[in-house]
């Protein structure tokens, strides 16, 4: 298991795109828990939890989160996607 704690934070896009890659490959064989703030880091990820206040409040793939009606991830998404367009 490998356990990631917002490794990418302090680095442009660019560059955390190609360290997300070179993780997804060196560890593709193990569970990787990432603790991200850049939901962009999350995309390949098979799970996502959603904690609020210290409780799990959303759980499943980015795909059923992002598609979820109302719910947290869906809407940090949504909020994401229009800071992109400013």
């Given at each position: 298991m490998v356990l990631i704690d917002e490794a990418t934070a302090n680095i442009d896009v660019k560059n955390d795109a190609l360290i997300q890659k070179v993780i997804s490959e060196k560890f593709k064989d193990s569970t990787v828990l990432t603790?991200?703030?850049?939901?962009?880091?999350?995309?390949?990820?098979?799970?996502?939890?959603?904690?609020?206040?210290?409780?799990?409040?959303?759980?499943?793939?980015?795909?059923?989160?992002?598609?979820?009606?109302?719910?947290?991830?869906?809407?940090?998404?949504?909020k994401n996607q229009q800071e992109m367009l400013k």
């Open positions: 603790i991200a703030h850049r939901l962009s880091t999350l995309q390949n990820s098979s799970k996502i939890m959603v904690m609020e206040q210290g409780k799990l409040v959303e759980f499943g793939s980015p795909n059923d989160l992002s598609n979820r009606p109302g719910g947290i991830y869906n809407e940090m998404m949504k």
